[in-house]
Nanobody, 123 residues
């Protein structure tokens, strides 16, 4: 059974940094596409970044140059390094995974989800 557990959220001031982690179990990391999504109340879940089984990455335009997705296959852990955070980055962040992805930014493509971790950025 695949389980994803996020950690690393918190509160920071604008311009600050956070690193989110997503510990995975029950699957072979190298065979899955993994992603980070975020969601604010009343809005749809938004794709932030993804990393494919071939280690290629994708980013939403709003985070390019500020966020970096990476994966440690030995630890089966997904990361999201977030730099120069802005108030508009405030959201609950979720990690997601699935062995077969065609459109990485579409939440419905992913079968497995973590419980989410809150990120709050103050101005």
């Amino acid at each position: 059974q695949v389980q994803l557990v996020e950690s690393g959220g918190g509160s920071v001031q604008a311009g600050g940094s956070l690193r989110l982690s997503c510990a995975a179990s029950g699957y072979t990391a190298s065979r899955y596409a993994m992603a980070w999504f975020r969601q604010t109340p009343g809005k749809e879940r938004e794709g932030v970044a993804s990393i494919n089984s071939d280690t290629s990455t994708n980013y939403a335009d709003s985070v390019k140059g500020r966020f970096t997705i990476s994966q440690d296959y030995d630890k089966n852990t997904l990361y999201l390094q977030m730099n120069n955070l802005q108030p508009e980055d405030t959201a609950t962040y979720y990690c997601a995974g699935d062995p077969y992805i065609s459109e990485w930014w579409v939440a419905g493509e992913y079968r497995y989800w973590g419980q989410g971790t809150q990120v709050t950025v103050s101005s």
